[in-house]
């Protein structure tokens, strides 16, 4: 199994960027596709992007699509969300999540492994 852990997270500037990581440890993470997940108080854990094994493919959000991009680094065991143009109702707790699953997965059931969180908070 695969251990996951995020950093990265904040207090920023509605206008501002962060980057987002989430580093595995166990299992190489390169066997594993991974999603972006986020969850503000009282709501529902939502779908924000998410990555092939290879890095080859991305998926995103249509909320996030053209401000978040995520890569990742097999040699580093990382995957990274950069967020750009973050506004105030971007601020969540960040969840990256890894699934041995193929396909596009945007189902928070769907994936096997997930860290701890990443708060992040946008103000106006």
């Known amino acids: 199994q695969v251990h996951l852990v995020e950093s990265g997270g904040g207090l920023v500037q509605a206008g501002g960027s962060l980057r987002l990581s989430c580093a595995a440890s166990?299992?190489?993470?390169?066997?594993?596709?991974v999603g972006w997940f986020r969850q503000a108080p009282k709501k529902e854990r939502e779908f924000v992007g998410g990555i092939s094994r290879s890095g080859g493919s991305t998926y995103y959000a249509d909320s996030v699509k053209g401000r978040f991009t995520i890569s990742r680094d097999n040699a580093l065991n990382t995957v990274y969300l950069q967020m750009s143009s973050l506004n105030p109702e971007d601020t969540a707790a960040y969840y990256c999540?890894?699934?041995?699953?193929?396909?596009?997965?945007?189902?928070?059931?769907?994936?096997?492994?997930w860290g701890q969180g990443t708060q992040v908070t946008v103000s106006s």
């Open positions: 999540a890894a699934t041995l699953s193929y396909g596009s997965n945007r189902d928070p059931q769907g994936y096997d492994y």
């Open positions: 166990g299992r190489t993470l390169s066997a594993y596709a």
